[in-house]
């Protein structure tokens, strides 16, 4: 029993009926001297059971040594009243209880002893352990997940956030949310006061990252209020969006370029129609013009129709791609090339690069388009390093593309490809200039220095080759073009490029010329006529085919265009074929597609004319077809 002061009944009473759970031990033997309801009920065993025991039984046995330094502890520092251990212990039924005792000397029946105060930590601890599960569950979250006080300080920061952003949680907690992500103030005030006036706020933010990227994000912002229903802290889940505006905003240049595109092969259709008939009437005048002056003003209007018609086909480059002659090359060899000649016509305060490997695979392609296409990055370069100078690194590699990258950049193919890069240390581009590079007749250089065509021929080449593009710019920076052309690993059949003949005059031959427009018709019936030639004309298919059938045997040839109102060009030949199996036909147009070529190749026409044409290469084209053997 409780001696002293201990003894009075009330405290007594106390002990007994007290909520927490207690008992008196002898420290030395660890015998149980007394024990109270509360623990009793709490470790499930009756009185006479629990006097039975010691302490140490009740111990898990992983938390004996804990146990044993604790008493030796309290032995060395004998003028400590009370101390605390934590522990656990194992219930009469075999449950585990987490607990916090607080440990006392009191005397007893005349002897030291201990009173132990249990305070039950189990649920505590569950509940610290499931929120420290929820906080892994949100670690695992990709969504940046995080809390802020009413004062913008942050106060959590999950995994998801420190991947997106860069800071760690020990950098981000206690900063101030506005300093951290938010540098548009404006934006902040709109959405703080969406969460006054609604509790929520969703939309698209712009964030700036550790590294000073910026990012769009999709965020939701929830107020978070106390028990008494005032508010206390914002909830913030961002989901990152950048990578997606990204496609978002490549898918609607490829749309916006194909339009332009569309819009660019109407135009320039119409230009070499225009164009057409003065090149040919230049060979004609030069016949009748004897003077110097003359002739000067013919050489003025051949160079500027021939000008404009290198600008039509410029246009027509970036709408449709060139269907240029095709040959099996070694990229090094253009880089090379390349290579000597700008670092013999560039300024001396641009350092010229050029890196290949050796085992370069080789591709398909046109040596002359792909050198065009080197050049215009190259004095683009060149241009946005202007007096200062810099590094211009021309470089190749192998890469084979494959479905992640093809998924992230539009117009990519799976497979194996060579890609050329051209990489300076300008200016660099803004995003909104980026977004317009491509785009024909637009240029950022002073007026005269550049027509807008440069990059738009470019795409317009490497997409005829089954290539695609990427750029990335960095104002202050610069600018890298990555050039991705489908390599090559069989061997295959060059393209023997033909030599241009003499022009050689007709013998009489009659000529079906058909085209709806009218300036066309008369230049051709006029350079046919004065090279011996006879011609009649139709202006729409369906009066070929009456004229064709009326005179039938006498005609040797048809020259028809392919795009016409009434009836087409494949219309005509189609046509003409079934009257007359053998008749040899040369089509005309501005913009021949590949399967356009590939029906009229199947219904046995071999030659073509790209306008506008000169009248050298119509005579040429001419007598090619009329030396070929008549089909049976």
């Not at 059971?49 to 004996?64: H, M, R, Y």
């Not at 400590?80 to 607080?102: F, Q, Y």
């Not at 202050?476 to 390599?487: D, H």
Request: charged share 25%; proline share 4%.
């Amino acid at each position: 029993m409780f001696m002293d002061v201990e003894k009075e009944p009330s405290f007594e009473l106390l002990f007994e009926k007290h909520p927490h759970p207690m008992w008196v031990f002898d420290e030395e033997s660890f015998a149980f001297l007394a024990v109270n309801e509360a623990a009793l009920e709490k470790y499930g065993y009756s009185r006479e059971e629990f006097l039975a025991l010691t302490i140490d039984q009740l111990a898990v046995p992983e938390d004996l040594p804990a146990l044993y330094r604790f008493r030796a502890r309290r032995e060395a520092l004998a003028d400590e009243a009370e101390e605390n251990l934590a522990w656990r212990h194992v219930c009469k039924d075999g449950s585990e209880i987490e607990v916090e005792t607080l440990w006392s000397d009191v005397p007893f029946d005349g002897r030291p002893a201990v009173l132990v105060v249990i305070n039950d930590r189990t649920a505590y601890h569950e509940a610290e352990k499931r929120a420290r599960e929820q906080a892994d569950l949100l670690d695992l979250a990709s969504d940046a997940i995080m809390v802020f006080d009413l004062e913008g300080q942050i106060t959590f920061w999950n995994q998801g956030a420190t991947r997106l952003y860069g800071w760690t949680v020990e950098e981000a907690i206690g900063a101030e949310m506005i300093e951290l992500l938010m540098p548009d103030t404006a934006a902040l005030a709109e959405t703080e006061r969406g969460v006054r006036e609604r509790g929520e706020w969703s939309g698209q933010l712009t964030h700036l990252g550790k590294d000073g990227r910026q990012l769009i994000v999709n965020s939701r912002w929830t107020l978070v209020r106390d028990d008494a229903g005032q508010p206390k802290a914002v909830l913030v889940i961002n989901t990152d969006l950048t990578e997606t505006k990204k496609l978002e905003a490549q898918f609607l240049r490829a749309q916006r370029q194909e339009s332009i595109g569309t819009l660019a092969s109407g135009i320039a259709h119409d230009l070499n129609n225009i164009l057409s008939p003065i090149l040919m009437s230049v060979s004609v005048l030069r016949k009748s013009v004897s003077t110097k002056e003359g002739e000067k003003i013919l050489a003025i209007i051949e160079s500027s129709a021939e000008r404009g018609a290198g600008i039509v086909k410029q246009v027509l480059t970036f709408a449709r791609g060139v269907e240029g002659e095709r040959v099996l090359l070694q990229p090094k060899h253009l880089l090379s090339e390349m290579g000597k000649i700008l670092a013999q016509t560039f300024p001396r305060n641009i350092d010229i690069k050029t890196q290949y490997p050796q085992d370069l695979w080789v591709v398909s392609g046109d040596a002359t388009q792909l050198h065009q296409v080197l050049l215009n990055l190259c004095v683009n370069a060149r241009d946005a390093m202007g007096a200062p100078g810099g590094t211009l690194t021309i470089c190749a590699e192998n890469i084979d593309v494959d479905a992640h990258f093809a998924r992230t950049n539009p117009g990519a193919q799976l497979g194996e490809h060579v890609v050329l890069r051209v990489t300076d240390t300008g200016e660099g581009m803004s995003p909104a200039t980026m977004d317009k590079i491509f785009d024909p007749f637009f240029t950022t250089k002073e007026v005269g220095k550049g027509t807008g065509l440069g990059l738009a021929t470019v795409i317009g080449i490497v997409k005829s080759h089954g290539g695609f593009l990427t750029v990335q710019s960095e104002i202050g920076v610069g600018t890298s073009f990555r050039i991705f052309l489908p390599a090559c690993k069989q061997e295959g059949n060059e393209i023997k490029q033909t030599t241009e003949g003499a022009v050689e005059n007709g013998q009489g031959e009659l000529i079906l010329v058909v085209d709806d427009e009218a300036p066309i018709r008369e230049a051709l019936v006029q350079t046919l006529e004065d090279y011996g030639y006879r011609a009649y004309t139709a202006e729409d298919g369906s009066d070929a085919i009456a004229l064709y059938s009326h005179r039938r045997g006498e005609f040797k040839l048809v020259l028809t265009d392919l795009a016409m109102a009434q009836m087409d060009g494949i219309a005509l030949v189609r046509a003409l074929r079934k009257m007359d199996p053998g008749v040899k036909v040369i089509v005309s147009s501005g913009h021949l597609q590949p399967e356009q070529t590939v029906t009229l190749e199947k219904l046995g026409v071999k030659h073509f004319l790209d306008k506008p044409y000169t009248a050298n290469k119509l005579l040429r084209t001419i007598r090619a077809s009329l030396a070929e053997p008549t089909a049976a």
